[in-house]
């Protein structure tokens, strides 16, 4: 995989999307393009969480299989209270298939995908932390 055209993506760097364990940033230039078409319409700054991860990531790493961030297709968005809910409508009607909530202590996000239905993946789903 190869990383998009960071300049695409006027509200994101590759920075805050790198890999924290390896600094690779292979996003998928269609999912980046999603989110940069959610944060205009969302109308605020999204403090990204976790971006892309290697499968060595220690996240990753503890899992039997590697999970959606490995694939280009995840972020995690830290927010909360009526921003959250706000994003989560419209991260739905923007075409994101995976959405798993944390909104309980101090560490609240949410987290977005559109990776493909399939068995290891079924989509849509929403779920909680």
């Not at 269609?30 to 989110?35: E, I, N, T, V």
């Not at 605020?44 to 694939?71: D, L």
């Not at 927010?79 to 923007?94: F, Y």
């Amino acid at each position: 995989m190869i990383e998009p055209d960071w300049a695409d993506y006027k509200n994101f760097s590759r920075s805050e999307l790198a890999c924290k364990h390896c600094g690779r940033a292979e996003m998928d230039s269609d999912f980046m393009s999603k989110l940069q078409n959610l944060r205009e319409v969302y109308g605020k700054s999204m403090m990204i969480t976790s971006g892309f991860r290697c499968k060595e990531h220690p996240i990753e790493a503890r899992k039997e299989n590697p999970g959606a961030h490995t694939t280009g297709h995840a972020v995690d968005i830290a927010v909360r209270g009526s921003d959250a809910h706000k994003l989560l409508g419209l991260a739905i009607e923007h075409g994101f298939t995976g959405i798993g909530v944390q909104q309980k202590g101090d560490g609240r996000f949410i987290h977005l995908d559109d990776i493909i239905d399939d068995e290891r993946f079924p989509r849509p789903w929403v779920w909680s932390y």
